[in-house]
């Protein structure tokens, strides 16, 4: 079963101590690595269970990047508890591209970089072709690609990994319009299905409140 | 332990293909593509030829053989090191985007490294049984080539983890792991022999790496004798162990590289 259980989180960037320093600055003042520590989340708690499509909202720097990454795994915390059972995606656009390379072969590098076999992309591959509208561009360098075509493509490699939880940081913004009606409808079979939980980052409330099921205010 | 072996394995597709991708890469857009691949290490040994048989007139092939036993292992291990050493600072925007574990970073820099170097060392052989037309010798102890490239690969594996573990919070280690390799080098015995160094200096000598490996390749091509197994499986041993102190490091740090980076 698929769930996020998060109890009194908290996580800091102790703003010197993280900051890389250099060997000097360790002689000189060695203490000073110690101070100034910045809490970017703190005392947080939520639990969600398989179908929750959740929206958070927050004001800038409130920690809602850092509650995503935190989730995917990227940053460790500091205090409290996270349980995370189900496989995690964080859909983050061309994340890996090798610009010198064609569309084709930067699948199979998101794809094994996303921890999928070789031969389960072999039989995406089509699909996320199909999906990302590249037509014979998938066999141009990445670097070939406009900005709408790179995210097109990073697009449909994410959707097609079939993740437990997806987690999505204002990415909306994607293609041209038809293109931004098809990932909407994506999303939409994914809430209808009710087998994934979704978290959604947005400024637009009023999307949110539309799409989601529960909402978090990050303060 | 178990659990970092499992998550490599579940990466290993990545490895591979993004160590391909890296070695496509290297080459692309250049004239003679794929032929670099070989271009590459004829000419270094060429550079080398012209040196010492050419300029400073040592004459000898032997010399040149035994020289460049040293140098391409060596080649390896640097290339190796210094690309590993800033694989995971280099990636910190993908490092910020996605999980993965990142000791897959510096083994990707040696992946591809190890690939150029087996290229290379194969055209050195190469080279070598074209010249026994002419006499030269290539006995049975190469056999023993395969083993001694084991041990330098897992050596290189172990002190390249640590190092790109550091780098992440001490930029200086990338500059002093520039200068400590040249000095490395140079007290090794790679452009000269080990019978060069006084009988006092040479039990310090020994605990130097680099003195047991270049020494085992030349036991196995030139000398055609067996190389030092014991003084192998020691470093293979200290290797591993170093690989394992480096597993660990980035397998507990990791989630603090993002908040660095």
């Given at each position: 079963?698929?769930?996020?259980?998060?109890?009194?989180?908290?996580?800091?960037?102790?703003l010197?101590?993280?900051k890389?320093s250099?060997?000097?600055?360790?002689?000189?003042?060695p203490?000073?690595?110690?101070?100034?520590?910045?809490?970017?989340l703190?005392?947080?708690?939520?639990?969600?269970?398989?179908?929750?499509v959740?929206?958070?909202?927050?004001?800038?720097?409130?920690?809602?990047?850092?509650?995503?990454?935190?989730?995917?795994g990227?940053?460790?915390?500091?205090?409290?508890?996270?349980?995370?059972?189900?496989?995690?995606?964080?859909?983050?656009?061309?994340?890996?591209f090798e610009?010198?390379?064609?569309?084709?072969?930067?699948i199979?590098?998101?794809?094994?970089?996303?921890?999928?076999?070789?031969?389960?992309?072999?039989?995406?591959?089509?699909?996320?072709?199909?999906?990302s509208?590249?037509?014979?561009?998938?066999?141009?360098?990445?670097?070939?690609?406009?900005?709408?075509?790179?995210?097109?493509?990073?697009?449909?490699?994410?959707?097609?990994?079939?993740?437990?939880?997806i987690?999505?940081d204002?990415?909306?913004?994607?293609?041209?319009?038809?293109?931004?009606?098809?990932?909407k409808?994506v999303?939409?079979?994914?809430?209808?299905s009710?087998?994934?939980?979704?978290?959604?980052?947005?400024?637009?409330?009023?999307?949110?409140?539309?799409?989601?099921?529960?909402?978090?205010?990050?303060? | 332990?178990?659990?970092?072996?499992?998550?490599?394995?579940?990466?290993?597709?990545?490895?591979?293909?993004?160590?391909?991708?890296i070695?496509?890469?290297?080459?692309?857009?250049?004239?003679?593509?794929?032929?670099?691949?070989m271009?590459?290490?004829?000419?270094?040994?060429?550079?080398?030829?012209?040196?010492?048989?050419?300029?400073?007139?040592?004459?000898?092939?032997?010399?040149?053989?035994?020289?460049?036993?040293?140098?391409?292992?060596?080649?390896?291990f640097?290339?190796?090191?210094?690309?590993?050493v800033?694989?995971?600072?280099?990636?910190?925007?993908?490092?910020k985007?996605?999980?993965?574990?990142?000791?897959?970073?510096?083994?990707?820099?040696?992946a591809?490294?190890?690939?150029?170097?087996?290229?290379?060392?194969?055209?050195?052989?190469?080279?070598?049984?074209?010249?026994?037309?002419?006499?030269?010798k290539?006995?049975?102890?190469?056999l023993?080539?395969?083993?001694?490239?084991?041990?330098?690969?897992?050596?290189?594996?172990?002190?390249?983890?640590?190092?790109?573990?550091?780098?992440?919070?001490?930029?200086?280690?990338?500059?002093l792991?520039?200068?400590?390799?040249?000095?490395?080098?140079?007290?090794?015995?790679?452009?000269?022999?080990?019978?060069?160094?006084?009988?006092?200096?040479?039990?310090?000598?020994?605990?130097?790496?680099?003195?047991?490996?270049?020494?085992?390749?030349?036991?196995?091509?030139?000398?055609?004798?067996?190389?030092?197994?014991?003084?192998?499986?020691?470093?293979?041993?200290?290797?591993?162990?170093?690989?394992?102190?480096?597993?660990?490091?980035?397998?507990?740090?990791?989630?603090?590289?993002a908040?660095?980076?």
């Amino acid at each position: 079963m698929v769930h996020i259980k998060i109890k009194n989180l908290g996580l800091k960037f102790s703003l010197e101590k993280t900051k890389r320093s250099t060997i000097k600055e360790l002689l000189i003042s060695p203490k000073k690595r110690f101070d100034n520590t910045f809490w970017a989340l703190r005392n947080f708690n939520m639990d969600l269970k398989q179908g929750d499509v959740v929206g958070i909202t927050g004001p800038n720097g409130a920690g809602k990047s850092t509650l995503l990454r935190t989730i995917a795994g990227i940053y460790s915390h500091d205090e409290g508890t996270i349980d995370v059972k189900g496989k995690v995606s964080l859909l983050s656009i061309n994340a890996g591209f090798e610009q010198e390379l064609s569309g084709i072969e930067n699948i199979f590098i998101v794809g094994t970089l996303n921890g999928l076999t070789e031969s389960r992309i072999r039989k995406l591959v089509p699909r996320i072709i199909e999906f990302s509208e590249l037509g014979d561009f998938i066999y141009q360098p990445v670097r070939m690609y406009s900005s709408g075509m790179a995210a097109r493509l990073g697009f449909a490699i994410a959707i097609h990994i079939n993740s437990d939880i997806i987690l999505i940081d204002e990415v909306m913004a994607v293609g041209d319009k038809e293109f931004k009606a098809k990932c909407k409808k994506v999303l939409d079979d994914f809430i209808i299905s009710k087998k994934k939980i979704i978290i959604i980052v947005s400024h637009e409330v009023e999307y949110l409140s539309k799409l989601c099921n529960k909402s978090i205010e990050i303060k | 332990m178990y659990n970092i072996f499992r998550e490599l394995h579940k990466y290993r597709h990545y490895i591979s293909h993004e160590t391909r991708a890296i070695l496509k890469v290297r080459h692309k857009r250049t004239f003679f593509g794929y032929l670099w691949w070989m271009l590459d290490p004829l000419i270094f040994m060429l550079i080398y030829y012209i040196l010492v048989v050419v300029i400073m007139q040592r004459g000898d092939n032997d010399y040149l053989v035994f020289v460049f036993l040293a140098l391409l292992p060596w080649r390896w291990f640097t290339s190796s090191v210094n690309e590993g050493v800033v694989s995971i600072k280099n990636r910190s925007k993908l490092i910020k985007q996605i999980y993965f574990p990142k000791v897959v970073l510096p083994i990707i820099s040696i992946a591809s490294n190890t690939v150029s170097f087996i290229i290379a060392f194969g055209l050195l052989i190469l080279l070598l049984l074209i010249l026994t037309i002419t006499g030269f010798k290539i006995g049975l102890a190469v056999l023993f080539l395969p083993f001694i490239i084991i041990v330098q690969l897992l050596f290189t594996i172990g002190i390249t983890i640590i190092l790109s573990h550091l780098n992440v919070f001490y930029a200086d280690v990338e500059n002093l792991v520039k200068y400590l390799l040249r000095i490395w080098f140079f007290l090794s015995p790679g452009i000269y022999s080990i019978t060069m160094i006084p009988d006092k200096y040479l039990p310090i000598f020994r605990l130097n790496p680099f003195t047991l490996l270049f020494e085992s390749y030349r036991d196995s091509v030139i000398r055609n004798i067996i190389p030092n197994l014991s003084g192998l499986l020691i470093l293979g041993i200290i290797s591993i162990i170093l690989i394992g102190i480096g597993l660990n490091l980035v397998h507990k740090n990791q989630g603090i590289y993002a908040k660095v980076l």
